[in-house]
């Protein structure tokens, strides 16, 4: 039975991490190497809360003993005490798999290690431990204590066991938890390649405009967003290092061929809204 | 709105039919229409007006077949010498450009293509695509039309797959993918997509709706026209496409 998460990375995914486990009663270790970082995350977390609080989702209470369960970390002696440890650092494969031969060698092999990746090998992680079937990935979607939606990913070497108390983990996060193998974008980040994709190929081809697409999508196939103001969303240099890690990790399957425009707007600085301008112009 | 005495005729497959048909007529129009063999016979609701033969009177015709090149060539064929060559005719560019379709007919001034694709055509939006025969006044006409329906319209460059239906079986074949590679469960991916992205709905669900087969046609026809390895189907599609008709 899980009591105590530890949690790696206190950035936007790692805090809202920490927040969804403190708000389901578990205390939280949150680790980062700065001081600032911690308060950052502190901060943000004490200000989401506030605002579940004033949309009716939870009591004072629950927002201030949600606070009081989250400890900050500068150290990781303490990860010892966690059943589950959930990392969210840094996207890059040399940090994670250093940090998880770390918690490998600090926690007992029944502590089950889990990355937050979004584009990494799981498999390529779990192998720089000794106890490789402990290690499993658990994506969660960004804002994590909104989305509901937890991939589980598992790798050739994660256990049945793992993966079944992944699953009893995510549910009393309140989370629903799909199982996915470790392959190259998980479900989401792959299925929807096609959503950008063809937009832009479209877009090139001169089929229509930025606009025209977005105004079909949402009014002819009901979906809440366009491909391009959702890109402009998601920041368009976020969005091609998805696309071309996936093309890269299949050997260069032609489906997620990145397109020259997200390039030239990436190189131009127009990452989207974060810019004030992308596919569109935001006025400040 | 336009008037109840206006007369529509539909000729083509059968979900087009029985979607776009109810659209019309809860909009007031009076709908005839005729099926494709081999559904010919099949149970549509009653206020959808069969026809054995192509009814003279109508206001404006919609050709609405995608899988079946042969028979959508003779459907246009004969709408083309029964009505009058002011009639308009609206007819599915999605499996095959409207300006192929032009060159079947004697009046392809009167011709305007149409993004009709299951699941599709019961929502706010229609894609239409003009072919360089296509008169000015006949797009001006498609417009009303469709305005007066309460359809919003966006014109589009006449190419395969035209925008919505082009992604969307795009998502689909990604999605028999991942299956075929089995990296989840038809249920989990539907889930992923419809919880972690807000998608109307799952991938899978939504093929199975439009009917694989449907879906397969527009990539095939895809694949065709581009010469793009991108465009080539997952082997569950296929599967499904000939399972399910």
Known sequence: MVKTVGVIGAGTMGSGIAHVSALSGFDVFLYDIEESLLNNALQRISTDLRKSFEKGKITETQSAETGARIHPRLTMGDFSKCAIIIEAAVELLKTKRSIFEQLDTLCSPDVLLATNTSSLSVTSIASATRYPERVLGMHFFNPPHIIKLLEIVKCRRTSDQTIERAIQFAQQLGKQPVVVKDTPGFIVNRCARPFYGEALRLLGEGVTSIEEIDRIVKLEGGFKMGPFELMDLIGIDVNLSVTKSMYEQTFYEPRYKPHHIQQALVDAGHLGRKTKQGFYRYES | ?245
């Open chain 2, 1 to 245: 709105m336009p008037t109840s005495s206006q007369n529509i005729f539909l000729i083509g497959d059968y979900k087009l039919i029985e979607e776009f048909g109810s659209v019309c007529n809860a909009r007031g129009l009076n709908v005839l229409c005729k099926l494709n063999p081999p559904s010919t016979k099949k149970v549509l609701p009653k206020f959808l007006k069969r026809c054995a033969s192509i009814p003279r009177n109508v206001a404006i015709a919609f050709e609405l077949t995608n899988g079946n090149t042969a028979i959508k060539q003779r459907n246009l064929k004969a709408l083309d010498k029964a009505l009058n060559s002011k009639k308009m005719i609206l007819s599915s560019s999605v499996t095959i450009t409207a300006m192929e379709q032009s060159t079947w007919i004697k009046h392809p001034s009167r011709l305007v293509g149409m993004s009709a694709f299951p699941t599709l055509l019961s929502k706010k939006l229609i894609e239409i695509s003009a072919t360089t025969h296509t008169g000015s006044e006949t797009i001006s006409h498609v417009q009303d039309f469709f305005l007066k329906l309460g359809n919003q319209i966006s014109v589009v460059q006449d190419r395969i797959g035209m925008v919505m239906p082009r992604i969307l079986c795009m998502l689909i074949n990604e999605a028999c993918f991942a299956i075929t590679e089995n990296i989840a469960s038809p249920r989990d991916i539907d889930t992923a997509m419809k919880s972690g992205t807000n998608y109307p709905l799952g991938p899978i669900e939504w093929g199975n709706t439009i009917g694989f087969k449907n879906v397969l046609d527009v990539l095939e026809a895809l694949w065709k026209d581009l010469g793009e390895e991108r465009y080539r189907t997952a082997p569950l599609l296929k599967q499904m496409a000939i399972g399910i008709k």
